[in-house]
C-alpha cells in the first residue's frame, strides 16, 4: 500500500502523488498566487519515484501550465520532513529575501512549521501567504489558521487493499498479473488559504 514500488511482484494501492502535486498547486495559482515557494523538495534527488520527487514534478507541471518557468530560489529542500524542517525552510527563505505569495509544502508536518515561522515573520495567512500541504493528517485540526492540504484517500487505499487481498486469496488457477491502482484524492480548503474548515473540497483523481 501508499507508496509507489515500480515492478513488484503483487498488486498495489497508492495515490496519485504528481497529479493531486499539481492540483494543489493549481489551487494556489487560481486564488492568484504566483510566487508559490515549494516546501520539502529533496536535497539528493536520487530516487524519481519517491514522493517527494513526484509531487515536486506535479508542482512544475502547474507552474509550466501556468507559463511561470522555475525558481530554484522558491524550492527550498532539504532532507528529511518534519516540523523543524518546514520552519527551518521559510525562515532561509525569509533571511534570502525571498519574494513568496504562497507556500506548498509537501506534507502536512512540513506545513505546520512552515504556518509557525510565517507567523514568527511577521507574514499573514491567507492574506500575504497561502499555505497548503499534503497528507491530511488530524494535526492540522490545531493549527492556525486550519491546513488547506491534499487528502490523498488513504481510508479508499486501505480498503482497496483489503478487496484485492481477499480475490487474491480466493483467486484460482493461473494467479492474474499484478495490478495497480491509485485512489482518488481531493483537496481540502480550509482557512489557510481563506476558506471556511472543511468546506467540502475539490474531487479529483
Known sequence: MSERIFGGPTDHVTMHNTSSARAAAEQLLDLG?????????????EDAASSASLRESGYGEALAAAGIGPDPDLVA??????LDTGAEAICRLCRRGVDL?????LSDFLALGALRQ???EGLCVPEGVAVIGFDNIDERRFSLRSLTT???GRDAIAETARQLLVERIGEKGEPAAPRTVKAGFRIVRRESTGFRDDDGGVGAG
Open 77 to 82: 529542500r532539504s532532507v528529511s520532513w518534519g
Open 118 to 120: 510565517l507567523a514568527v
Open 150 to 152: 491534499v487528502d490523498p
Open 33 to 45: 498566487r504566483s510566487r508559490i515557494a515549494l516546501v520539502g523538495a529533496l536535497e539528493f534527488s
Open 101 to 105: 505569495d504562497a507556500v506548498f509544502a
